[in-house]
């Protein structure tokens, strides 16, 4: 079945990059996207990719992904403390109604 | 402004005491869907619509029902709430199946005592 995981913590030096990293288990994704929850607001999509792409980068904002590992991560660059919230990976997988599923959501905390 | 609007962003009611959350869009988008978080396990969805009058299940809708009878709303309906429904509710809408963006409203905190 489809299933997104993330590890839940991760703690930066403020000016460090952080890399957050997120695993899917189908191979039929279409588009993988990476979206930010702040404390107490909703979902602001950061950034996404499409499956037959590896890289893409957005200003401070780098998503590499391995289609044959499964694996996509984010890497935000020179993190500072308006980066600290939780980042979800989600992937819209094929088939069907074209399915969204979330990973369970990293919290970065960024400490001077 | 494009946005997904929800109501109420906070409620706190009683177990057994039917509740309605609205969700409505102004962009005119075809497909539209209820989402559940909860910590250490994302967002759930609960249910979608692909149209006015079509609806279907998610992956976690037991004690949930919705209804489509116009394009732009897509109210959630709890019915008898129990405390295991406590969490945070997402409405999201796209233009259509297919398409890659997903816009989501600001959330309702709810909780059941």
Same mark, same amino acid.
């Given at each position: 079945?489809?299933?997104?995981?993330?590890?839940?913590?991760?703690?930066?030096?403020?000016?460090?990059? =952080?890399?957050?990293?997120?695993?899917?288990?189908?191979?039929? =994704?279409?588009?993988?996207?990476?979206?930010?929850?702040?404390?107490?607001?909703? /979902?602001?999509?950061?950034?996404?990719?499409? =499956?037959?792409?590896?890289?893409?980068?957005?200003?401070?904002?780098?998503?590499?992904?391995?289609?044959?590992?499964?694996?996509?991560? /984010?890497?935000?660059?020179?993190?500072?403390?308006?980066? =600290? #919230?939780?980042?979800?990976?989600?992937?819209?997988?094929?088939?069907?109604?074209?399915? /969204?599923?979330?990973?369970?959501?990293?919290? /970065? #905390?960024?400490?001077? | 402004?494009? @946005?997904?609007?929800?109501?109420? *962003?906070?409620?706190?009611?009683?177990?057994?005491?039917?509740? $309605?959350?609205?969700?409505?869009?102004?962009?005119?988008?075809?497909?539209?869907?209820?989402?559940?978080?909860?910590?250490?396990? !994302?967002? *759930?969805?609960?249910?979608?619509?692909?149209?006015?009058?079509?609806?279907?299940? !998610?992956?976690?809708?037991?004690?949930?029902?919705?209804? *489509?009878?116009?394009? *732009?709303?897509?109210?959630?309906?709890?019915?008898?709430?129990?405390?295991?429904?406590?969490?945070?509710?997402?409405?999201?809408?796209?233009?259509? @199946?297919?398409?890659?963006? @997903?816009?989501? !409203?600001?959330? $309702?905190?709810?909780?059941?005592?």
């Amino acid at each position: 079945g489809e299933d997104v995981e993330q590890s839940l913590f991760l703690s930066v030096r403020e000016g460090d990059s =952080s890399v957050i990293n997120c695993t899917y288990t189908d191979s039929s =994704s279409t588009y993988l996207y990476w979206y930010k929850q702040e404390p107490g607001a909703g /979902l602001q999509l950061l950034t996404y990719i499409f =499956s037959n792409m590896d890289m893409k980068q957005d200003q401070r904002l780098t998503v590499l992904l391995n289609k044959k590992d499964k694996h996509l991560s /984010l890497r935000i660059a020179d993190t500072q403390t308006g980066d =600290s #919230a939780i980042y979800f990976c989600a992937v819209m997988f094929s088939g069907g109604y074209n399915k /969204l599923i979330f990973g369970a959501g990293t919290r /970065l #905390a960024v400490h001077p | 402004e494009a @946005q997904v609007t929800q109501n109420p *962003r906070y409620l706190i009611t009683v177990t057994g005491k039917k509740l $309605t959350v609205t969700c409505s869009q102004n962009m005119n988008h075809e497909y539209m869907s209820w989402y559940r978080q909860d910590p250490g396990l !994302g967002l *759930r969805q609960i249910y979608y619509s692909m149209n006015v009058e079509v609806t279907d299940k !998610g992956d976690v809708p037991e004690g949930y029902k919705v209804s *489509r009878k116009e394009k *732009r709303n897509f109210p959630l309906i709890l019915e008898s709430p129990s405390p295991n429904q406590t969490s945070l509710y997402f409405c999201a809408s796209k233009p259509g @199946q297919d398409t890659y963006e @997903q816009y989501f !409203g600001p959330g $309702t905190r709810l909780t059941v005592t």
